[in-house]
């Protein structure tokens, strides 16, 4: 087992340092925000995901997992360095490296012996190449310092299971004892293990997360289609994804994508290819059909209800994802916002995400503690993130609180026959109003 400094306590860096710990290594997090490190220390994790308190808590009490704001602390017993650092979207879609160069010249200039430097965080073609450059120069010449690429694949609400359940780990170097070491790392978990150069590494995580961006927006545009005219998108779903070329995972119309990742990667992709004289065509399709679907479920949502101005409407997931608190490039605040242009009056509700909410919606809305509170008195309710919660709802209790009938399923997650049972007016994305009439 070996000793891991991961710098960066943010998503991916806490969930790699948990679960890195869970498989023995000595791992130690580091963090330039000390209110960061001291709630971790206190054992509390900033940020929602399933599983991942309980798994620090475990962990730390082990003696495994530690949390210091000095990178020489971080860096004392290490033998491999994980960048793990946000890379937000710059002014023109590329990736902002900031974050990344600030901890590739701290490792170098911290370090106390020789390192493996690993490459986690999200970022373009060629910043391994940058990353070895900052560390050659800043760092004790006598110290090896071999840079490798290791991009995660997790997703949010689910992300401790997919750490520990890969579909793959890859890994992109050229230095033999970096791709040994990081082999034995992962080795416990079993999962097949993809050996390419750095580059390669890069291009698979952006490529992975444009093509997942691409399936969503590609089936937003049939699910439009579908509306206009009287097919059924479900149908649509079954008998394209029964295809094995194609499959029905990320094959959900709704609101579009949203969070940390997809948004930010597309942009940063497309940024890569102009900058190497590529017209990114199929990536900026995939950007410009995810910004119009919001537009398209407030038409939608119009049609419905008619004019929105003082009708009042509860809105049912703020998060981008259910389960999660994070409402970075969330369609649902985009929705919410949307609809308060048209003179709406919005109640929402989400289990996790209300205090993130509140800080870009202020008092322009109401917020409630519960969906059915949100309902009171509310014309019609818009079900906007995918939360499990929203599928078990007691119909009868939502239509005795709704002063109207509507309920827009923006996501297609509800039980249309049972949101009629109770005497509501049902409307999906895409979903055919003749066959639900006929249900």
Avoid at 20 to 44: E, M, R
Avoid at 271 to 286: F, G, K, Q, S, Y
Wanted: aromatic share 6%.
């Amino acid at each position: 087992m070996y000793g891991i400094a991961i710098f960066g306590c943010g998503y991916v860096g806490l969930v790699s340092a948990a679960c890195l710990a869970h498989l023995g290594h000595a791992v130690t997090c580091y963090d330039t925000d000390f209110t960061k490190i001291h709630t971790l220390q206190q054992g509390s994790v900033p940020f929602h995901e399933p599983g991942l308190e309980n798994l620090v808590r475990e962990q730390a009490a082990a003696g495994r997992l530690r949390f210091t704001a000095r990178p020489d602390e971080a860096l004392r017993d290490a033998r491999l360095a994980f960048i793990a650092v946000g890379t937000p979207t710059g002014p023109t879609g590329e990736a902002d490296l900031t974050y990344v160069r600030q901890a590739a010249r701290e490792i170098a200039t911290h370090a106390s012996g020789a390192l493996i430097v690993v490459n986690k965080s999200t970022v373009p073609v060629e910043t391994a190449d940058l990353v070895e450059r900052i560390v050659r120069a800043n760092g004790d010449p006598a110290f090896r310092f071999p840079v490798a690429s290791n991009p995660e694949f997790l997703r949010e609400g689910s992300a401790v299971g997919d750490f520990m359940h890969p579909d793959r780990i890859v890994i992109g170097a050229s230095d033999a004892e970096a791709i040994d070491v990081l082999k034995e790392v992962y080795e416990p978990l079993g999962a097949p293990v993809h050996v390419v150069d750095v580059h390669t590494a890069e291009m698979i995580k952006y490529a992975a997360n444009a093509f997942l961006a691409t399936k969503i927006s590609f089936i937003n545009e049939v699910a439009n289609l579908c509306a206009v005219v009287d097919a059924d998108i479900d149908g649509v779903v079954a008998g394209i994804g029964a295809d094995a070329r194609i499959g029905r995972t990320y094959l959900e119309p709704g609101l579009g994508f949203g969070g940390s990742c997809l948004p930010k990667d597309v942009a940063a992709l497309a940024n890569v290819a102009r900058a190497h004289a590529i017209e990114p065509t199929m990536l900026d399709a995939t950007l410009s059909v995810n910004r119009r679907q919001v537009a398209a479920a407030v038409r939608n949502i119009e049609e419905c209800m008619g004019d929105l101005c003082d009708r009042t409407v509860a809105v049912a997931g703020l998060a981008f994802k259910g389960g999660t608190d994070d409402i970075r490039e969330s369609p649902s605040l985009t929705l919410v916002e949307a609809l308060l242009t048209r003179g709406a009056q919005i109640r929402v509700h989400d289990a996790y995400a209300m205090r993130g909410a509140r800080s870009r919606l202020r008092e322009r809305v109401t917020y409630c503690r519960s969906v059915y509170d949100a309902c009171d008195g509310a014309d019609a309710l818009a079900i906007a993130n995918d939360d499990r919660a929203y599928t078990q709802l007691d119909w009868a209790r939502v239509a005795a609180a709704l002063s109207g009938n509507a309920v827009m399923d923006l996501r297609n997650r509800l039980d249309p026959a049972a949101v009629r049972r109770a005497g509501l007016t049902y409307r999906g994305v895409g979903r055919s109003p003749k066959r639900l009439v006929a249900s």
